[in-house]
């Protein structure tokens, strides 16, 4: 006797559809045990960047400080080395994110600001400072004010994928708070299927918390098996660098060092051929995108009631003279006219009070530069703040 | 298009529903036009040449089964045509260095000639089926006269890229047979796709950066590291190849084709010999069939058979790319098997030590003595140029031990891969003698439908919560 097998039963008969089951029962039920546990802090993060360090300190301080200082590398620079040279001392960057000499520069000021945070990394755009103000600096982790640092290369930069493939997005994106620009952050087809995939399947949407639990176990039996631990890296950086290209940035606490400025040791480094491929291409769309981050920038530090002060870094003649003039005039433009409007305050820094000998490269300070550039932001901000509190307490 | 990327699992599901839900007659059209698709993924241009060759291997062929008078030098043609089109692409650069190698002391610098090749994907694959394929019709075999189903044998995309190299009298039949799909072959299908993918995603891809730090930074190992480093590499590059086979026969099987089996367990194999008969099977038959053979294969004396071994290995060495270390590698595996096969012929004649390789600890201590060659093999193929060769194999013999007598890698510990090949090495070791028992298990008893699909559910968690972010593209697409 033959029976025929409805589509039904012939479904129910494929392991395959069976496995894709059992696997979207798994899917369910691990998003209801994400919702009752605090999944986001307590897995930590397998590969722990630079934002990763910087978050965790920011999160772990007792006080919020009370000015935060955002932007790339030429704020990194100015900070660490500024640092460095008041200690005279090397200054790791992942393990200390107080700004010292911008305190004391505060205090010398009677400036009403008393703590600086330095949450600046290589790289950031203006859109990584929104995504950092948006998910860390909001709410009860807010400071009293921000000072976003800029350049060319932050409205310009060629080399620039799309605002989500950048280490910080990925990270505030975890912590939660940029769901609005989930899909618009992504350029390209693909990446946008994947990231509604990531929402469709909670299990791919924790990818990371998977993979931090793994290097747990990984790590614990490890400790039994060769008594080491194997938390600690020892891998020396050139070999990572060497073999993990295509992998994230992971750094220990001690990797990332700046020295203090010594003028019978100072070189200049000529970085021009890297800064002339990142100037190489001016996209207009780059530029539309990152002034509307600095705009949303400043609307939400407007709505949190937090002071936003967005300054020009200095950088040598030659790193500007690689910028057609118009194409530099309005970058400028564009910035203070997009921060003015929207209730930021714009400062050109980037004057003939630095000279050459203030520069480690065409780009970024040295200790003596770094120290210069503190001292004026310390100014713009000890007078904004004064301005900006009359302001407050006319508003009451 | 990489067959562990988001666009395959689009594309493939697609294809399926289109071949199925469209009338038979249209199934080999469709199939082709979505082979031809999957070409142009990459760079369409190359579309062409995979186009012209098809359309000259099947007139060529055809002239062949037809001519009496001129079918030897039609065969000619047709080799000379696909080997110069391979040797343009593939061979420009490596000739290019070798006249200059020996032109220079007149001067000669043929690296003047600026021309910028890009290796067409899959050429190494597709080539050799052409040759078959007129190799085969000259031999006597009918010609395929459907032009649609000659065309779809050599680009049909499950094995378009890095094979398994097919035989058309297998595959072209599969074309015109009626067929229904059914959940058995469906479920079989899927499985290989998800070990595939399990096997290149979690495996490969993991070990990948545990090796690259290891072979691009020789001078800070000791040779005990650079043993962990070969045998991680070994096992990196077999189930990376090995995950593609899987999903290429996966694949296949999902529109009902059957494509040969490329591994079966290699590193278990007690002899050189029988590691090529067991390790990209395809290439060794198609090796065996078309250059061993035709040299006079083992019919022409002991040193004849030697010599032929070698130069079929050396030659297959350089299949896998123009450099100094695959012609090494093919050199090392030529030698290994000639002696082999000395080995095997005089092992008559010391009876003691027979009985002891045919005991079951002897089979075992044959078993760990092939690795032990294969590993040193994998070394040379692995090794970025032949300097790079020979400071790998001064670490691994132990003559240069000018950095870390030691083991530097107990104190390396990356995150993610490093803890994880500490464990992953010996799981991978013991782990085959496992896989061969299940799998000979599976194969006598019906397993209950609910365990397999617990099986598949988390072949599927271990894919999407581990597989390595960025997966790099599989190691034979550069072949």
């Known amino acids: ?159 620039f994928g799309d605002p989500s493939s950048t280490d910080i997005y990925k990270l505030m994106s975890k912590l939660g708070g940029v769901e609005e620009y989930e899909l618009a952050t992504r350029n390209s087809l693909w990446d946008k299927v994947d990231y509604l995939l990531s929402r469709a399947s909670n299990i791919y949407g924790h990818k990371w918390d998977f993979v931090s639990m793994q290097h747990n176990v990984v790590h614990d039996i490890n400790k039994v098996a060769f008594n080491q631990n194997f938390g600690v890296i020892h891998t020396p950086i050139t070999i990572r660098k060497a073999s993990l290209m295509e992998l994230p940035e992971d750094f220990t606490p001690e990797e990332v060092t700046d020295f203090p400025y010594d003028p019978k040791t100072a070189v200049f480094e000529n970085n021009i051929p890297e800064y002339r491929a990142r100037y190489k291409q001016f996209k207009e769309s780059t530029l539309i995108q990152q002034v509307a981050f600095l705009k949303d920038l400043c609307e939400l530090c407007k709505n949190e009631g937090v002071l936003l002060v967005v300054g020009n870094s200095p950088v040598t003649n030659e790193n500007r003279a690689m910028i057609p003039k118009p194409v530099y005039d309005h970058y400028l433009s564009e910035a203070s006219r997009v921060v003015r409007e929207n209730g930021g305050m714009f400062e050109n820094l980037d004057t003939p009070t630095f000279e050459h000998d203030d520069f480690f490269d065409s780009i970024h300070l040295n200790g003596k530069g770094g120290q210069k550039y503190l001292k004026q932001i310390a100014t713009v901000l000890s007078q904004t703040s004064t301005v900006a509190s009359a302001g407050s307490s006319r508003a009451n | 298009m990489n ?68 079918k030897k030098a039609w065969l000619v043609a047709g080799i000379v045509g696909n080997l110069g089109t391979l040797a343009y692409f593939k061979y420009f650069y490596f000739l290019e260095d070798v006249i200059s190698l020996i032109t220079k002391p007149w001067g000669g610098d043929f690296h003047k000639i600026a021309i910028e090749i890009i290796l067409p994907l899959g050429i190494s694959f597709f080539v050799f089926e052409f040759i078959h394929y007129i190799i085969d019709v000259y031999r006597g075999s009918k010609p395929v006269t459907n032009f649609l189903s000659f065309a779809l044998f050599p680009s049909f995309f499950p094995t378009q890229i890095a094979g398994p190299i097919k035989r058309f009298q297998d595959f072209v039949p599969q074309l015109t047979q009626d067929y229904n799909l059914t959940v058995a072959d469906f479920d079989e299908g899927v499985f290989l796709i998800l070990a595939g993918l399990f096997k290149k995603m979690l495996l490969a891809d993991n070990l990948a950066v545990f090796v690259n730090g290891g072979f691009s930074n020789i001078q800070l190992f000791s040779g005990f590291d650079m043993w962990l480093f070969a045998i991680a590499f070994s096992f990196q590059v077999y189930l990376d190849f090995g995950g593609y086979a899987d999903i290429a026969r996966g694949s296949a099987k999902l529109f009902g084709y059957r494509v040969p089996v490329n591994f079966d367990f290699p590193y278990v194999a007690g002899s050189t010999t029988e590691f090529w008969n067991r390790w990209h099977m395809t290439l060794g038959s198609w090796l065996r069939d078309y250059l061993y053979i035709p040299l006079g294969g083992s019919r022409t004396g002991k040193w004849n058979t030697s010599r032929n071994l070698v130069i079929t290995m050396v030659l297959g060495g350089l299949w896998h790319g123009a450099e100094f270390h695959y012609l090494l590698w093919g050199l090392y595996q030529g030698v290994c098997l000639a002696i082999n096969r000395e080995f095997k012929a005089m092992r008559g004649n010391w009876t003691g030590f027979s009985t002891f390789l045919d005991s079951a600890v002897g089979k075992r201590a044959s078993i760990c003595f092939t690795f032990f060659v294969t590993v040193v093999g994998m070394a040379i193929f692995r090794a970025q140029d032949s300097t790079a060769v020979v400071a790998v194999l001064k670490k691994m013999l132990f003559i240069d031990t000018t950095f870390g007598a030691t083991s530097n890698l107990v104190a390396v510990n990356y995150p993610l891969i490093y803890p994880g090949a500490f464990l992953l090495i010996p799981i991978l070791l013991l782990g085959q003698y496992v896989c061969i028992k299940v799998r000979d298990y599976v194969r006598e008893n019906q397993q209950p439908l609910y365990l397999r699909a617990a099986y598949g559910a988390l072949l599927i968690f271990t894919i999407v919560a581990f597989a390595a972010d960025n997966a790099p593209r599989f190691i034979y697409y550069q072949f």
């Not at chain 1, 998910?135 to 060629?158: E, F, G, H, M, Q």
């Not at chain 2, 529903?17 to 142009?40: E, G, H």
């Open chain 1, 1 to 159: 006797m033959s029976t025929t097998k409805t589509p039904i039963q012939v479904l129910f008969s494929s392991a395959s559809f069976l496995a894709l089951l059992m696997f979207a029962v798994c899917d369910i039920g691990s998003r209801f045990v994400f919702k009752t546990t605090n999944t986001k802090i307590s897995y930590g993060e397998p590969y722990r960047s630079r934002i990763w360090w910087a978050a965790r300190d920011y999160l772990g301080q007792k006080e919020v400080p009370d000015v935060v200082l955002l932007g790339a590398s030429d704020m990194t620079c100015a900070v660490y080395r500024a640092e460095a040279t008041l200690y005279n001392r090397p200054e790791h960057e992942l393990s200390n994110h107080h700004s010292e000499y911008m305190q004391r520069q505060f205090a010398a000021l009677n400036c009403p600001y008393k703590s600086a945070f330095c949450m600046a990394i290589p790289g950031q755009m203006p859109s990584d400072a929104y995504f950092i103000a948006k998910t860390l600096l909001s709410k009860n982790t807010k400071p009293k004010a921000i000072y976003l640092s800029v350049t060319p290369r932050s409205l310009y930069d060629a080399t």
């Open chain 2, 3 to 70: 067959f562990n990327s988001l666009k395959y699992a689009v594309f493939l599901p697609v294809v399926f529903a289109l071949f199925w839900l469209c009338p038979a007659r249209f199934r080999v059209p469709i199939l082709l036009l979505a082979s031809y698709v999957f070409y142009m993924a990459w760079r369409p241009i190359y579309l062409l040449l995979i186009l012209l060759l098809t359309i000259g291997n099947y007139f060529c062929a055809l002239q062949i089964a037809k001519s009496e008078k001129h």
